[in-house]
């Protein structure tokens, strides 16, 4: 059924046609309107016009043989009637519809014919059309003028078929006029009317393009001025969503961050201690173990496993610190606080090798700490679950935003991986409140992983770490 309605749909003659304009389609439809009335008018004016001549051909014919008929009458009681009958057939000299001859009889079978108005050139084509067959009406003549001949009445219809000819062309010109005359009005009208939807259809590929400052001149008719006021009213409220969204963005990185300060301060200030009293203990006891003899062996084994463990834990969470509140200051700059990131690693890793190539452009304390942040997830997932090595990292301008690549050589991701972990979840999240796309995969050319960022650069991001850094000093 759906597509019986489609094909009904693309066979409609006044439906719009692919890449066809709006006034297009009106002016077609009003086209296809003008010619089907003009060949509607041709046809009833074709059949007026050979009514017309039938029924003045047929009047003039029966009128001429009413007379004739009538006057031959009379005629038999002349003393010249041969001269009466020539007589007859001069009364009908110049008339346009009705051609009267007299024949005599063989062996002279002499013809007397009246002469027919000359009628004006007209094509011959149009006369086949209108003119009905030719009809002759033979009158005998009555008894006693027999021996004369007779009277032939012939219908002549040019002169008629000359008319309708002045008539069609009058009608034909004046349908023409008519019909070039509202064409043109329409097209001034539908120009005029329809002027604004260009430029609403270029504001709406701007605003689909993520330019919310883009508004239109709200004329033409009523129902296009409505729809243009509503277009800027749509698109001031668009743009006071994107601009809201971004200050929520923007809190909610700083409440991320503060969440990851107070984290990292409660780790120092409250299990790092506790681990130092233990580490003490440990020792203690371990001293007391080495002054007394008597102690048994088993015991100092349990102090050093409790050393052990401290150590342990101890470097865990630094390194748990060091991951919430990195050491590194953005201050001195992105490709400083990357290559000092890349640095820690690599005292941790001395077989993997790195690879850095960032850009000395600063993009502003908020986008500059998100990129920080997605090279240090980058490069602690491949070390975590790739065993790679050598890892990239490139930071780059890419047009209106920046790019940032991360690919290890390491042994790739498993398919599940790449939507259940919470790193790369996290990342995800992160990128996309900023307008940003992430890609993560297995590299095609090798193995491995890549992890390519586009970000925004938005001039906005320098101005709320100015308002924000003013905040703070107050």
Same mark, same amino acid.
């Given at each position: 059924?759906?597509?019986?309605?489609?094909?009904?749909?693309?066979?409609?003659?006044?439906?719009?046609?692919?890449?066809?304009?709006?006034?297009?389609?009106?002016?077609?439809?009003?086209?296809?309107?003008?010619?089907?009335?003009?060949?509607?008018?041709?046809?009833?004016?074709?059949?007026?016009?050979?009514?017309?001549?039938?029924?003045?051909?047929?009047?003039?014919?029966?009128?001429?043989?009413?007379?004739?008929?009538?006057?031959?009458?009379?005629?038999?009681?002349?003393?010249?009637?041969?001269?009466?009958?020539?007589?007859?057939?001069?009364?009908?000299?110049?008339?346009?519809?009705?051609?009267?001859?007299?024949?005599?009889?063989?062996?002279?079978?002499?013809?007397?014919?009246?002469?027919?108005?000359?009628?004006?050139?007209?094509?011959?084509?149009?006369?086949?059309?209108?003119?009905?067959?030719?009809?002759?009406?033979?009158?005998?003549?009555?008894?006693?003028?027999?021996?004369?001949?007779?009277?032939?009445?012939?219908?002549?219809?040019?002169?008629?078929?000359?008319?309708?000819?002045?008539?069609?062309?009058?009608?034909?010109?004046?349908?023409?006029?008519?019909?070039?005359?509202?064409?043109?009005?329409?097209?001034?009208?539908?120009?005029?009317?329809?002027?604004?939807?260009?430029?609403?259809?270029?504001?709406?590929?701007?605003?689909?393009?993520?330019?919310?400052?883009?508004?239109?001149?709200?004329?033409?008719?009523?129902?296009?001025?409505?729809?243009?006021?509503?277009?800027?009213?749509?698109?001031?409220?668009?743009?006071?969503?994107?601009?809201?969204?971004?200050?929520?963005?923007?809190?909610?990185?700083?409440?991320?961050?503060?969440?990851?300060?107070?984290?990292?301060?409660?780790?120092?200030?409250?299990?790092?201690?506790?681990?130092?009293?233990?580490?003490?203990?440990?020792?203690?006891?371990?001293?007391?173990?080495?002054?007394?003899?008597?102690?048994?062996?088993?015991?100092?084994?349990?102090?050093?496993?409790?050393?052990?463990?401290?150590?342990?834990?101890?470097?865990?969470?630094?390194? %748990?610190? +060091?991951?919430? !509140?990195? *050491?590194?200051?953005?201050? &001195?700059?992105?490709?400083?606080?990357? /290559?000092?990131? #890349? $640095?820690?690693?690599?005292?941790?890793?001395?077989?993997?090798?790195?690879?850095?190539?960032?850009?000395?452009?600063?993009?502003?304390?908020?986008?500059?700490?998100? %990129?920080? +942040?997605?090279? !240090?997830? *980058?490069?602690?997932?491949? &070390?975590?679950?790739?065993?790679?090595? /050598?890892?990239? #990292? $490139?930071?780059?301008?890419?047009?209106?935003?920046?790019?940032?690549?991360?690919?290890?050589?390491?042994?790739?991701?498993?398919?599940?991986?790449?939507?259940?972990?919470?790193?790369?979840?996290?990342?995800?999240?992160?990128?996309?409140? &900023?307008?940003?796309?992430?890609?993560?995969?297995?590299?095609?050319?090798?193995?491995?992983?890549?992890?390519?960022?586009?970000?925004?650069?938005?001039?906005?991001?320098?101005?709320?770490?100015?308002?924000?850094?003013?905040?703070?000093?107050?």
């Amino acid at each position: 059924m759906s597509r019986l309605i489609e094909q009904m749909r693309h066979a409609n003659p006044f439906g719009p046609r692919q890449s066809e304009s709006l006034s297009a389609t009106i002016i077609r439809n009003i086209s296809i309107v003008l010619v089907l009335s003009l060949v509607l008018s041709g046809l009833i004016t074709y059949w007026q016009a050979a009514n017309k001549v039938e029924t003045e051909v047929s009047a003039a014919l029966s009128i001429a043989e009413r007379t004739v008929r009538k006057v031959v009458q009379e005629i038999a009681h002349d003393d010249d009637p041969r001269m009466q009958l020539v007589r007859l057939v001069r009364v009908f000299d110049g008339n346009r519809h009705v051609k009267a001859t007299f024949v005599e009889p063989e062996p002279i079978g002499a013809r007397i014919s009246s002469f027919v108005a000359p009628a004006e050139e007209l094509p011959e084509w149009f006369y086949s059309l209108i003119a009905r067959p030719p009809e002759v009406i033979r009158i005998p003549l009555p008894e006693g003028l027999t021996t004369y001949g007779m009277i032939e009445l012939e219908a002549e219809q040019r002169g008629e078929v000359g008319e309708v000819w002045d008539d069609f062309l009058l009608k034909l010109a004046i349908l023409f006029g008519f019909c070039a005359l509202v064409s043109i009005l329409i097209y001034i009208t539908l120009r005029r009317a329809l002027e604004p939807l260009p430029k609403l259809s270029a504001a709406f590929e701007q605003l689909g393009g993520g330019d919310y400052g883009v508004r239109v001149a709200e004329g033409g008719p009523t129902e296009l001025a409505k729809l243009c006021a509503g277009f800027n009213e749509m698109a001031g409220r668009l743009g006071h969503m994107e601009r809201r969204n971004q200050q929520l963005n923007d809190q909610l990185a700083t409440v991320q961050e503060e969440e990851r300060a107070d984290l990292a301060r409660d780790l120092h200030d409250e299990v790092s201690p506790f681990l130092f009293a233990v580490d003490v203990d440990a020792s203690s006891i371990r001293q007391m173990v080495e002054n007394d003899q008597t102690a048994p062996d088993a015991l100092t084994a349990r102090v050093e496993s409790i050393r052990d463990a401290v150590t342990h834990m101890k470097k865990h969470v630094k390194s %748990i610190l +060091g991951r919430l !509140r990195p *050491a590194v200051h953005l201050e &001195l700059g992105l490709a400083n606080a990357i /290559e000092t990131l #890349v $640095a820690s690693w690599q005292l941790r890793n001395p077989d993997v090798a790195f690879n850095v190539d960032v850009t000395d452009r600063s993009y502003g304390q908020k986008l500059d700490a998100v %990129i920080h +942040g997605i090279v !240090r997830e *980058a490069i602690s997932n491949a &070390l975590k679950h790739g065993a790679p090595t /050598e890892i990239d #990292v $490139a930071v780059h301008d890419a047009k209106e935003n920046v790019s940032v690549l991360v690919r290890d050589d390491g042994g790739g991701l498993k398919p599940a991986s790449l939507s259940s972990g919470f790193g790369l979840i996290a990342m995800r999240e992160r990128v996309t409140a &900023l307008g940003g796309t992430v890609e993560v995969g297995n590299r095609d050319d090798r193995a491995g992983v890549i992890v390519d960022v586009r970000l925004p650069i938005r001039e906005s991001f320098a101005a709320l770490d100015g308002s924000a850094d003013t905040r703070e000093s107050t």
